[in-house]
T-cell receptor, first 116, second 116 residues
Framework: AQSVTQLGSHVSVSEGALVLLRCNYSSSVPPYLFWYVQYPNQGLQLLLKYTSAATLVKGINGFEAEFKKSETSFHLTKPSAHMSDAAEYFCAVSDRATGTASKLTFGTGTRLQVTL | NAGVTQTPKFRILKIGQSMTLQCTQDMNHNYMYWYRQDPGMGLKLIYYSVGAGITDKGEVPNGYNVSRSTTEDFPLRLELAAPSQTSVYFC???????????????FGPGTRLTVT
């Protein structure tokens, strides 16, 4: 069975500061990993995904994440936070062992607050 | 291209009532999913479908039913509403092919349901 743990349900940063949102996964086989963002009263939007092509993955809006197998981590970072980054962020894992790798297991989410 | 659309946006039900949440996608995706989102719990998969006429249970299927008669539509039925079904419901779709197993899911804007 696969699982995802997001450390910190709430993270607050100042505008211009580094954003670091943590995600650790558990999977019996090499996983596919995703980060989604949810703005207030909206659905989820894909930020980036890891599919084993490269361990450092770049996404939209300046976000990137690094897959570290030894640490079973896939932390999300952005060098400089902007007010528009305030949202809830979800890490998700898909198990390649399933026939079609179609089902995602989500973490509980991290709400990012950006202050002036 | 509307993507994934859901209706209604909001609904209040009395205990024991029934309703259908509608979901339509215009991207010709073969896979569709229903999730529920509860505060601090992330998203939980209710049901999913890998094509017209084929559905399967997810992690939390009790109290719900689905059907998939067309590629575009994937309605979710609540037969006897209970307060535990108060949640935000998201429909999602994705396109799977053997050459692209790590397909991402596209989400609708959600339906906020309250059962009192």
């Amino acid at each position: 069975a696969q699982s995802v743990t997001q450390l910190g349900s709430h993270v607050s940063v100042s505008e211009g500061a580094l954003v670091l949102l943590r995600c650790n996964y558990s999977s019996s086989v090499p996983p596919y990993l995703f980060w989604y963002v949810q703005y207030p009263n909206q659905g989820l939007q894909l930020l980036l995904k890891y599919t084993s092509a490269a361990t450092l993955v770049k996404g939209i809006n300046g976000f990137e994440a690094e897959f570290k197998k030894s640490e079973t981590s896939f932390h999300l970072t952005k060098p400089s936070a902007h007010m528009s980054d305030a949202a809830e962020y979800f890490c998700a894992v898909s198990d390649r062992a399933t026939g079609t790798a179609s089902k995602l297991t989500f973490g509980t989410g991290t709400r990012l607050q950006v202050t002036l | 291209n509307a993507g994934v659309t859901q209706t209604p946006k909001f609904r209040i039900l009395k205990i024991g009532q029934s309703m259908t949440l509608q979901c339509t996608q215009d991207m010709n995706h073969n896979y569709m999913y229903w999730y529920r989102q509860d505060p601090g719990m992330g998203l939980k998969l209710i049901y999913y479908s890998v094509g017209a006429g084929i559905t399967d249970k997810g992690e939390v299927p009790n109290g719900y039913n689905v059907s998939r008669s067309t590629t575009e539509d994937f309605p979710l039925r609540l037969e006897l509403a209970a307060p535990s079904q108060t949640s935000v419901y998201f429909c999602a779709s994705s396109y799977y092919s053997p050459g692209q197993p790590s397909h991402e899911q596209y989400f609708g804007p959600g339906t906020r349901l309250t059962v009192t």
